[in-house]
């Protein structure tokens, strides 16, 4: 038997080989064990920047997923009136205890420059989200918003 038939087989041989347990993979693949948690806005004030600075309570689980990355949080505060907005992420420490911490938010305008934010009415939003391997999509994992008066 000429050479390169027996060849072709074996490569289909190890083609195949190879790609069964990608098959199996794909095919046994859970469903993604994402993080768990909740998140709060504490408060809000103005610093002497015209930074919006943002308290935040936060807990949350890490998925049993490898593939997912870790929780991250993000804070976003808007002056409507003014068509003012600005958001920032942190990254979130997920060990289930509950976290505090400060975020501190530079303002843009509708335009993207630069500005501050000022005192008056600003609704603030805070966000545990998560990048979900398994579905190509961030997934948002807590959320929490109000309107608080920036001093």
């Known amino acids: 038997m000429p050479h390169f038939v027996r060849a072709i087989p074996g490569r289909r041989t190890a083609a195949l080989l190879l790609a069964l347990p990608a098959f199996a993979l794909a095919g046994a693949t859970p469903a993604s064990a994402l993080a768990t948690g909740t998140i709060s806005v504490n408060s809000a ?25 870790p929780p991250q949080g993000l804070a976003q505060v808007e002056q409507n009136s003014r068509g003012v907005v600005g958001n920032q992420t942190f990254t979130a420490l997920c060990d289930n205890k509950p976290h505090t911490t400060t975020v501190r938010i530079n303002a843009a ?35 929490h918003d109000r309107t608080l008066t920036l001093s």
């Open 45 to 69: 004030a103005l610093n002497d920047v015209g930074q919006a600075v943002v308290s935040l309570t936060y807990t949350c689980a890490e998925g049993t997923d490898v593939l997912d990355t």
């Open 109 to 143: 305008d509708r335009a993207g420059h630069d500005t501050d934010f000022t005192p008056g009415t600003a609704y603030v939003s805070a966000f545990l989200i998560q990048y979900d391997f398994h579905n190509d999509a961030f997934t948002n994992i807590a959320s």
